[in-house]
């Protein structure tokens, strides 16, 4: 959790300690902690920090390596948004992004469950996305419906992610974007 | 110092690393991989439970015991104040009150013969918490339950392999609850599980444990897409968590029975002590009852408990006090209720001292720590 606001510096450190001034306790400030407030056991193991360290050292590297696979999948794949067959991620110029996945929207569902379909028969694994969640189970005893959010509905059905790691190679990418190109030709 | 002797030493089994690296190479870091359903099949058969899911602490497996038994706003839940704050926490968050009931003086367990009196319309689920991991009342408390119509959520936050009369503690209740934080005798830094006795239990706790989503099902092929269905959070650990719990988990016994042997180093050497009135220790009654995850020691006052951890600190000896009572914590007096004065819980509270107690420590190192309390009373 990033705490932006420093208002709610002292209350986040209690609500992750279970709701105690555990924090304040082991700085020395009290003598006992003891319950002030909501709050559950939401700290990580240590165990998990420093994997997660090894990571965070390494972010630089990853994320070049990430944006490099995104780029070559942005100009592979400009012929097919030429043709009307698909459209590529949109980043607004304001935006700088992570590369944390790369998705293509094709005209409808039935285009994308095809094309997931073709893809996995060339054991190249593309999957769909988020199921709107006013229209999941909750959303819907809720009294929410088809036809309340009509561009997160039709997005959600025409969205299909690439795979995306950081150890896929040029080679593997290539082949991707072929059986992509390959479909569309059929 | 070289000679301090600390509290707790965290255990390594010795294949933890190895395990860890078996989950980071299989590529199956994030939660329920193949070490969580390892860990999950191993607590089932230790302690024959039908089903037992590792959760990210015991907090939130208590978190999820709550949303489970469906408290909310208005209903009351009965606890001893003699606690850890997530126990009631965990309620309350869910808008129930915590009522606090007294415990014994002899096993600092919650009272059950003061549980009925505080049973109202209201009261919805017992929290029964096995101080020390010896085992409170349980039968009893199943009884009163059972005659009300309410829920037991059994913690069994330090009780991992102790019983009560031939079972575990924590498949008892219709549910409950284990940690495996650092400080236990079986642990993966942070870490926990939720044992589901009652069957009906079952689909849900695994559907709250996915962040309310259906996805254990999605992933057994038996629907196409998951989606939301209920309340729920991320409850579950990392596989990597996982990894070094189960390396853990293949020595329980071990580690148990190594601990048994220190406890019984304290209880023999102070054992003259109680007879002569001068402090009070640990009352276990019957075989493998305890885990001998804490050792403790009861003086006459607070003066003298501060004047004692102030005389071991002295001799490199670190003893630690315990829980505050829950009811005379800033949210214990605004939103709960105690269910009479509690004498016995604030007098343990403020006279209860904990030993220094852990796997790894030696005969010469429990023998100095006896030395020491010794020492203090000048006997």
Redesign the interface.
């Given at each position: 959790m990033i705490v932006n606001k420093p208002e709610f510096m002292q209350r986040a450190e209690i609500v992750r300690e279970r709701g105690t001034n555990r924090s304040q306790f082991f700085r020395g400030e009290v003598d006992a902690y003891t319950w002030m407030d909501v709050g559950s056991s939401y700290l990580m193991s240590d165990l998990l920090a420093a994997f997660l360290y090894a990571q965070l050292e390494n972010m630089g590297q990853i994320t070049r390596q990430r944006n490099e696979i995104w780029d070559f999948y942005q100009k592979a794949l400009i012929p097919l948004v030429n043709e009307g067959k698909l459209r590529l991620p949109y980043v607004p110029p304001c935006c700088e992004s992570n590369s944390h996945l790369f998705y293509i929207i094709l005209p409808d569902e039935e285009i994308r469950d095809g094309l997931m379909q073709y893809l996995k028969k060339e054991n190249i694994y593309a999957v769909f996305h988020y199921v709107p969640l006013h229209l999941s189970a909750v959303g819907r005893s809720m009294g929410y419906e088809e036809g309340q959010l009509p561009i997160t509905e039709s997005l959600s059905g025409r969205l299909l992610r690439l795979p995306f790691y950081y150890e896929l190679t040029r080679m593997e990418q290539e082949r991707i974007v072929d059986q992509i190109f390959k479909f569309f030709s059929r | 110092m070289s000679d301090q002797i600390s509290f707790n030493k965290p255990v390594i089994a010795g294949k933890e690393m190895y395990y860890?690296a078996q989950a980071?190479l299989g590529g199956h870091?994030a939660g329920d991989g193949p070490f969580t359903m390892k860990c999950q099949k191993c607590i089932e058969e230790l302690l024959h439970t039908p089903k037992a899911l590792l959760t990210?602490?015991?907090?939130?497996a208590l978190?999820m015991a709550a949303i489970l038994c469906e408290v909310g706003p208005g209903d009351e839940v009965i606890m001893p104040s003699f606690a850890?704050?997530?126990v009631?926490?965990?309620f309350?968050?869910r808008g129930a009150k915590p009522v606090f009931v007294d415990i014994r003086p002899d096993t600092l367990n919650i009272d059950e013969s003061k549980i009925e009196q505080a049973v109202t319309e209201r009261t919805r689920v017992i929290v029964t918490p096995h101080y020390a991991g010896i085992g409170c009342e349980i039968e009893t408390i199943m009884d009163i339950a059972g005659r009300n119509g309410i829920l037991v959520v059994e913690d069994a936050a330090n009780g991992f392999g102790s019983q009560y009369e031939g079972k575990y503690l924590g498949t008892i209740g219709d549910l409950g609850v284990i940690s495996f934080h650092e400080t236990n005798n079986i642990m993966?830094?942070?870490?926990g599980a939720l044992l589901i006795n009652n069957e009906r239990f079952c689909e849900k706790a695994e559907i709250i444990r996915e962040k309310?989503t259906n996805r254990s099902k999605f992933f057994r092929g038996e629907v196409d897409?998951?989606?939301?269905?209920?309340i729920g959070s991320s409850f579950l650990?990392?596989d990597?968590?996982a990894a070094?719990l189960y390396a853990q988990l293949e020595m329980a016994e071990q580690i148990i029975t190594t601990r048994s042997r220190v406890f019984n180093l304290y209880m023999e050497g102070l054992q003259d002590l109680e007879n002569k009135g001068v402090i009070r220790l640990p009352v276990v009654q019957g075989q493998g009852a305890c885990n001998c995850h804490i050792m403790y020691i009861i003086t006459h006052s607070l003066e003298e408990r501060t004047n004692l951890m102030a005389f071991l600190k002295d001799r490199g000896i670190n003893a630690v006090?315990h829980y505050?009572p829950?009811h005379?914590?800033?949210?214990?007096e605004k939103h709960c209720r105690a269910h009479g004065d509690l004498p016995h819980t604030v007098h343990t509270s403020a006279r209860l001292l904990r030993l220094p107690m852990y796997y790894e420590i030696q005969e010469p190192e429990v023998e100095q720590v006896v030395a020491g309390v010794r020492a203090f009373y000048q006997c």
């Open positions: - | 860890m980071i870091s990210q602490s015991y907090a939130s978190d850890f704050v997530s009631a926490n965990s309350y968050m993966c830094g942070e870490g309310g897409k998951y989606t939301w269905v209920e650990p990392s990597l968590v070094f006090f505050i829950l005379t914590s800033p949210m214990g």
